[in-house]
């Protein structure tokens, strides 16, 4: 089992629906859980972060963590085409600085 | 600086030639992270530097592959006898080092390297 893994997609959704990415992580990976979006040609950013099981939401974005079931997800309420991006899920591995980063999910908002 | 700066931006070079990639971290930011982004993939893993220290260089693809910091500050990734593999998005990326695992990273914007 890979460390942390997504689908690789792309994930196609109306304007104004809910997109719903997902990402499941290996023991190895425990510590916390963050979600970086990329677009084309350009660096990954921060958008997300989340260390506790339930639910955390930031404006039109929700990260979710169920750390039983070592899956977390990301909704993006109202989706827009400027969310059209790659979104990069990532952990940080127990006991070190070492981040994982699964290989991405591209979203496509469709207007 | 005001973000992570890397250079170049791009790189053309023949196989089997050295190349040297340079990141700037934030200015106080001690952990410095490389990693490699091929076309489509995800991040991989190389380096993570913690001042000066390489606790983990377990992402080094082969021996080829060495980096090193110094003065806490601007590191160098070098690959020797480059290969067409070694082709892809160079990316450092810089945090504060104050936890374990639960920080935000600062990604630079890149060296795009190309192996003819």
């Known amino acids: 089992q890979k460390e942390v893994e997504q689908n690789s997609g792309p994930l196609s959704v109306p304007e104004g629906a809910i997109a719903s990415l997902n990402c499941t992580y290996s023991?190895?990976?425990?510590?916390?859980f963050f979600w970086y979006r990329q677009y084309s040609g350009k660096s990954p950013e921060l958008i997300m972060s989340?260390?506790?099981?339930g639910d955390k939401e930031d404006g039109r974005f929700t990260a979710q963590l169920n750390k039983a079931s070592q899956y977390v997800s990301l909704l993006i309420r109202d989706s827009q085409p400027s969310d059209s991006a790659t979104y990069l899920c990532?952990?940080?591995?127990?006991?070190?600085?070492?981040?994982?980063f699964g290989t991405g999910t591209r979203l496509k908002v469709l207007a | 600086g005001a973000g992570v700066s890397q250079s170049p931006s791009n790189k053309v070079t023949e196989k089997g030639k050295d190349v040297e990639l340079r990141c700037d971290p934030i200015?106080?930011?001690?952990?410095l992270y490389w990693y490699r982004q091929s076309l489509g993939q995800g991040l991989e893993f190389l380096i993570y530097?913690?001042?000066?220290?390489?606790?983990?260089k377990s992402g080094l693809p082969s021996d080829r592959f060495s980096a090193e910091r110094t003065g806490g500050s601007v590191s160098t990734l070098t690959i020797q006898r480059t290969q067409q593999e070694d082709s892809a998005v160079y990316l450092c990326?810089?945090?504060?080092?104050?936890?374990?695992?639960?920080?935000?990273?600062?990604f630079g914007s890149g060296t795009q390297l190309s192996v003819l």
């Open positions: 990532a952990g940080g591995s127990s006991g070190t600085y070492k981040y994982i």
């Open positions: 023991d190895r990976v425990s510590q916390s």
């Open positions: 200015s106080g930011h001690t952990a």
């Open positions: 530097f913690q001042g000066n220290s390489a606790p983990d």
């Open positions: 990326a810089s945090s504060p080092g104050q936890g374990w695992g639960n920080e935000k990273l600062f």
């Open positions: 989340i260390y506790s099981n």
